[in-house]
Structures are given as structure tokens and as C-alpha cells.
């Protein structure tokens, strides 16, 4: 993470010093009038150079110590303490100087990391990935409050933590939405001292001596929760409502992005019948696996299947059926595979299977178990029993059924060809090199 406060050189450093030497030099030798003071104050331009609020404060500190020496030292007169009363109007000055322009910093800096939490967020493809930039960032943007972020689970109609700081905060890490006033009124809430309710019923015990609770919405929809808290343990201090709105807007815009951009990726690559995998994401996936076989000497099995007498299904049974079909089908394949296989529909009533790293024995293994475990198919529709519905499935392997990814499955495509040929319902393998050759 790049700092956002520029570091100080020497230069400056030297500069306040050799001046605060100087202002106490002229303290001892010359005691006029409101020359004093003005050196005084040209002092903090210099402190501003330097970029470090630490400078301002040590020259504010500074003038201070030197006026009280310059108070104990001089020596009175009327001249004397119209000299001193000079420096004293001079002091207050620089501490007026020195508290807005740390505000005027605190200001930049905040703008600064809004702007860099927004950039960041805009970079990241996954929730994941934003979760961990805001950890890094939201504890710069509130130093003082112990913080959260909370993510809503519609299916489960629950709220729970996904990052929180300091970590290992104590606290409830799920609640129902119920439970958060900011949540049932999707407005930011905010409870400046907890003695006074009403009180959110997901705080953690002990109770915070105020906090804020800031719904994420972004495009018509809550999608979780910003919440700071001052501990019992610190002083009180008021929190900054409008920084926490503006920070909960910019995390909830970003998350709603995300999940924009996962629907839009899902819908670009997979069934809107079935939920597996479209056709260009296995012509895709095959190019990979194979690139990857190619490169480690591994294999890559290939299964297509295929329903039997599906277009006679249709016309006796309707087209609504047959999607049910389709759907169970997809959903029978999805939980018979490994988790590193990747299951897709090719087209109509076929379906293509990319099996990683699997042999040939492996490969015409599963593709039986397949047939056996869900031949013959039998769908509820509408309170009717449908089927039985049988499958054909044809089997072959990288590399020993073709150099390329669309070379094994045209070898697959063949096999399944084959065996609907011979009378459905079966597995065949494709033919090897050699054997086309000797045909």
C-alpha cells in the first residue's frame, strides 16, 4: 500500500530549527515590539514545506517554550511587556495556524484515500479482493473507531461479518437484518451515546460508547453494512456521519458492480436451461486443457453424450417436458463428476464432458457408470412420471485420439455417432490413429 504523507527531508527540519533559534536569539537581544511576533509566524510556511504534521506541532510547541523563557529572562519594564505581550499574541496565532492547517491535511488525506479506496475497488474482479482493500484502507480512513463490514445472505435471511478491524474484535457474527436499525430503515443511524437508546440488538457486550451503523444500497438493493464504534475503553469522540456515509456509498456501488459483472460472466458462459457450461466456454476450456496436458505429457478424457429418442420425447410429451428433461439431466451429470471436471451442454440434447488428467481406462470407466447410474432417466412433470429416457456416449482421449482439442472431439463425436448406431444406450471409444489408417 503506497503512504499517502509525504516524507520530510532534511532541509526543512533545519530550517524550522535554525528559525526557532533565531526567534529566541532576538527574544534575548532585542525586546521591540511586533517584529518578534511576525518571525514567529513566519515560521509555520516552513513547517508546511516539510509535509509532516509532526513539524507543525514541534514548531507550535516550540514558540510556546521559547515565549514562556522570553517571559522568564527579559527584564520588566513597560516596553518589555508590551514586547512579550506581542509574542503571546504571536503564540496563539501559530497554534490557531498550526490547528487548521491539520485539519486542511486530515481533509486531503481523506480525500486522497477516498480516492484511492474508489480505484481499487474499481480494480478488483472478485468480493474477495474489495474486502481486502477496504481492511487496508477504512482503518486510515477512521483511526479512531474500531470498524466492520457486514454482508447480507439474502437465501439465509442473515447478516454476517466478512472483514472487521482490528481483527479479533469480539462480537456476534451473524444477525438477522431485524436486528439493525439502519438495515430496517435503509438509513445511516447513528447513536451518539448508548446510554440512550434505542440500540441496535447486534452489538457486541461491552457496549461502544457511540457508533454509526450505515447500510450498503446501491441500484434498489441492501446488500450489507458499515458500522463503527468508539470501545468503552477510549474517550468519547463524535464520529464523522457524513465521511461514513460517503465511504459506505463508495464500497456499496463497487460490490453492486461486482455482482453485476459475475451475473454478465455467468451469463456468458453458461445454460440458462440446464446451469452447465455453454458451448464456447467447453471450446474454450478444451483449448486450455489441452495447451496444459500438452505442456506437463498428461491426458485429457473427452465424453459426449447424447439423450436417446429425444425428439420423440418432444413431440409426445411437449417441449416443456422436454427442458425438465434437460434440466435433471444437466443436474445428474453436475453431481456425478469430479469438482476439477467441467461439465457443459453442447447443443439441443447433447452434452460434452472434459475429464483433466484422466486415462483412457479412467475415462471409458465413468462414462459406463454414467450410463448405468442414470439409464434409464425417469423426470416428474406436472405430476407425471416421464421416460424411461436412455443415453449414448461416446469416449476419447488427448493424445492418443488427436493432436488438438477439436480433433479429440470430433473423435468423441464419432464414438457417440457409433454407438447410436449400433442401438443407443451404450459407450463406445473412438478409434485411434492407426486404426483410421489401416481403413
Known amino acids: 500500500m503506497v503512504e499517502l504523507t509525504e516524507k520530510t527531508g532534511v532541509l526543512p527540519r533545519v530550517a524550522i530549527v535554525v528559525l526557532a533559534a533565531g526567534v529566541f536569539l532576538l527574544d534575548v537581544m532585542t525586546p521591540a515590539g511586533i517584529a518578534i511576533s511576525m518571525l514567529y509566524a513566519a515560521i509555520v510556511p516552513i513547517s508546511l514545506w516539510s509535509r509532516q504534521r509532526g513539524d507543525l506541532l514541534l514548531v507550535a510547541i516550540a514558540c510556546t517554550v521559547l515565549t514562556a523563557l522570553g517571559f522568564v529572562f527579559s527584564p520588566p519594564g513597560p516596553v518589555m511587556r508590551v514586547a512579550l505581550s506581542n509574542r503571546l499574541i504571536g503564540v496563539v496565532a501559530i497554534w490557531a495556524i498550526t490547528i487548521l492547517a491539520l ?11 477516498l480516492n484511492q479506496l474508489v480505484e481499487l475497488l474499481q480494480a478488483c474482479v472478485t468480493p474477495e479482493e474489495a474486502y481486502a482493500v477496504i481492511v487496508r484502507i477504512a482503518p486510515q480512513l477512521f ?12 437465501s439465509q435471511n442473515l447478516v454476517e461479518t466478512v472483514v472487521e478491524w482490528p481483527k479479533g474484535k469480539p462480537g456476534e457474527r451473524t444477525f438477522v437484518p431485524t436486528e439493525c436499525w439502519a438495515l430496517r430503515s435503509d438509513r445511516v443511524y447513528l447513536v451518539e451515546d448508548t446510554r440512550v437508546g434505542p440500540l441496535c440488538n447486534h452489538l457486541a457486550s461491552p457496549l461502544p460508547t457511540t457508533y454509526i451503523c450505515a447500510p450498503l444500497m446501491a441500484q434498489g438493493e441492501t446488500m450489507g453494512l458499515l458500522h463503527l464504534s468508539h470501545p468503552p475503553r477510549r474517550l468519547p469522540a463524535q464520529i464523522n456521519r457524513k465521511l461514513a456515509t460517503t465511504v459506505a456509498e463508495r464500497i456499496a456501488l463497487a460490490l453492486a458492480n461486482l455482482k453485476l459483472r459475475a451475473v454478465l460472466h455467468s451469463l456468458s458462459v453458461r445454460d440458462p436451461l440446464t446451469g452447465l457450461f455453454n458451448r464456447r466456454y467447453m471450446e474454450e476450456s478444451l483449448q486450455r486443457e489441452v495447451h496444459r496436458a500438452a505442456r506437463n505429457q498428461r491426458t485429457v478424457g473427452i465424453i459426449m453424450l447424447d439423450l436417446d429418442h429425444f425428439k420423440q420425447f418432444n413431440e409426445t410429451f411437449g417441449h416443456d417436458a422436454g427442458d425438465a428433461l434437460l434440466r435433471e439431466a444437466g443436474s445428474v451429470l453436475q ?5 476439477s471436471d467441467i461439465v457443459c451442454r453442447y447443443g439441443g440434447e447433447e452434452f460434452t464432458i472434459i475429464m483433466p488428467e484422466a486415462s483412457l481406462a479412467a475415462t471409458l470407466q465413468k462414462a459406463e457408470q454414467l450410463r448405468t447410474t442414470v439409464n434409464p432417466l425417469r423426470v416428474q412433470h406436472r405430476s407425471l412420471a416421464l421416460g424411461p429416457i436412455t443415453f449414448s456416449l461416446g469416449v476419447s482421449l488427448f493424445p492418443d485420439h488427436g493432436s488438438t482439442g477439436e480433433a479429440v472431439l470430433r473423435a468423441a463425436d464419432a464414438a457417440l455417432y457409433q454407438a447410436k448406431f449400433e442401438g443407443r444406450d451404450r459407450v463406445m471409444m473412438a478409434e485411434s490413429a492407426e486404426e483410421r489408417l489401416d481403413l
Do not use: C, N
Open 103 to 113: 485539519q486542511h491535511r486530515r481533509t486531503e488525506k481523506v480525500v486522497e484515500l
Open 143 to 154: 483511526p479512531a473507531e474500531d470498524g466492520s463490514l457486514w454482508a447480507i445472505r439474502h
Open 335 to 339: 453431481r456425478s463428476m469430479r469438482v
